[in-house]
């Protein structure tokens, strides 16, 4: 028996990091996915190499799982490290792969939950953000008000719990622009919490990231364009005190500003990936490319985990 299933990668509009004090956040699926083919097999192999643990930490990880060897072949469109959540559709696409495989099927909230333990568990550190988009698709919300959107599921993980709902995105054209630089999200993650940790000035940063994106939800709620560009860029300014922007995201950030709403990093930052609301996608491409940035366009309102 062989199975595929693919994920989608995400873009966050606000709330990075602070998602991981328990602040609300939203992040959107996008139309870049993970492809996991997996059949049972006598030895483990990933695109037919043998698999190495310290290769594939994701992998070594959800393997423990599966009570014979697979293999494995991916086909993937999202960059790693690009700050679009190729870990989280590894592990969504994976495990919803591989729950077949055994005749143990996944719906969302399994999956969710399994790949944010994943996720955990490697990185050191994370919220269920990138996970629950993966496997949920279209748009989530975390810890947001109940008037927010459907409820979906609750994580819980060492005393934080984030609640998840499904939030209803208006028509916008994203376009992203990729820095090239490979960020690991775990060390910016560690950063922010050394810092918050040691100083209540970027405690209170967090939590103005926190009203900002409480804000954000409002603006979308109205279809408020104008209101939720400026609050993303006043997000890419709170977030580079935090320290997680990096010279290549702010210049992409100004560039693509002349022609947007607004503008800011997404993700873990330190490089990776930065995107504009904008209505003049050309231009924005433009300006990214112009400033050494890779850019794209994404479409949004995707499917999230399923069998392909
Ligand atoms: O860069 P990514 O796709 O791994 O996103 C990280 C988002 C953070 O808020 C920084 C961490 C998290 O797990 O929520």
Redesign the pocket.
Known sequence: MTVTASAPG?L?ILG??A??YGKP?IALAIDRRIKCTLSKASETTVNGRPFEDDKHPYLKHMLLSSPHPVRIETESGIPPGS???S??ALSASFLKALGKLKGDEMDGERLAKEAFSV?YTV?GG??P??TSASAHGNGVALNAPEDAGEFLWEISMNGRRWSVRDIKIPEMTLVVGYTGLHAA?GP??EKVRKYRDKNTFAADIVNEIGCVTLEGMDALRKNDLVRLGKLMTHDHKLLSILGVSCNELNKLVDASLRHSYGAKLT??GGG?SMMALTDDPDKVCEAIALHGGKPFVVRTGVPGAKYE
Do not use: N, R, W
């Open positions: 995400k966050i990075e990091h998602v991981v956040a700050g679009l959540g870990s989280a996720e990185q994370a919220s953000l990138d999200t910016l993650v993700g873990a990776g």
